[in-house]
């Protein structure tokens, strides 16, 4: 993996800290992008690009060179459709779904002509199944599910994966944030709100930790994964058993 090179979304804080330590781990050159450049001087080890992903027009100015491209960055809005503003709606597509495709779009040539590439999508257990106030995240995730797929199969003659990991709730920032706006929504404290709503449909009743994620994001850019295409791995403590 010395010789690869991975581009990282949202990779300040929580799950893209932990996929640019744990590929910087294995030796991978990493291009850890966010918006945040505080979060990002916190990483040892890589290559810090402080940049506004929902800003599609200036992504082509992001590095195409890359072998990996992980894309993470996201962001959530809790509210009823009727209340949800268009504009935060419009928002979270364009982070979500459309700055993750022009990524793909442009770091795929690259990988074409190496014969060999990683895409992988960090989605949601909510990109398989759908929870209420969550409209913008939840249509943002279903649409990232389909582009990889689309992806994995375009992109198999030329040796490039595409898959999606697909978390239960993670111990990150965005999930801390989930807490307060989900207490004032359902009108419950912000542990009866770990309790009732994140952790109640899940048999492993645990916030899922950041470095877990990693672990699988490293196995499905590894040397091992040259078969593994198209498909969606959740770590959802028992979500999608029911």
């Known amino acids: 993996m010395e010789t ?19 590929l910087a781990a294995d030796g991978v050159h990493v291009i850890a992008v966010d918006h945040d450049p505080d979060g990002l001087d916190a990483l040892d080890g890589v290559e810090p690009v402080v940049a506004d992903l929902a800003d599609l027009d200036r992504l082509a100015d992001l590095p195409t060179d890359v072998d990996i491209l992980v894309n993470n960055a996201g962001v959530q809005q809790v509210a009823p459709v009727e209340q949800f503003p268009p504009e935060r709606f419009s928002y ?30 960090i989605s949601s257990v909510h990109g398989l199944r759908a929870s209420p106030f969550k409209a913008a995240y939840v249509a943002a995730k279903h649409g990232l599910e389909g582009l990889s797929k689309v992806v994995a199969l375009e992109g198999a003659a030329h040796g490039v994966t595409s898959n999606c990991v697909n978390p239960a709730y993670v111990r990150t920032p965005l999930v801390t944030a989930q807490l307060a706006d989900q207490a004032a929504t359902h009108g419950l404290s912000e542990a009866e709100v770990l309790e009732k709503v994140m952790l109640e449909p899940v048999a492993v009743k645990r916030l899922i930790e950041p470095a877990e994620v990693a672990e699988l994001v490293a196995l499905l850019c590894g040397p091992a994964s040259a078969s593994i295409t198209g498909s969606s791995f959740v770590l959802d403590g028992g979500w999608t058993a029911h």
């Open 4 to 22: 690869r090179r991975a581009l990282i979304t949202g990779a300040a804080s929580g799950i893209g800290a932990a996929c640019a330590r744990r």
């Open 92 to 121: 979270i597509l364009r982070l979500m779904l459309e700055s993750p495709f022009r990524l793909i779009r442009q770091t795929l040539p690259h990988m074409y002509g190496a014969g060999w590439g990683r895409v992988v999508n």
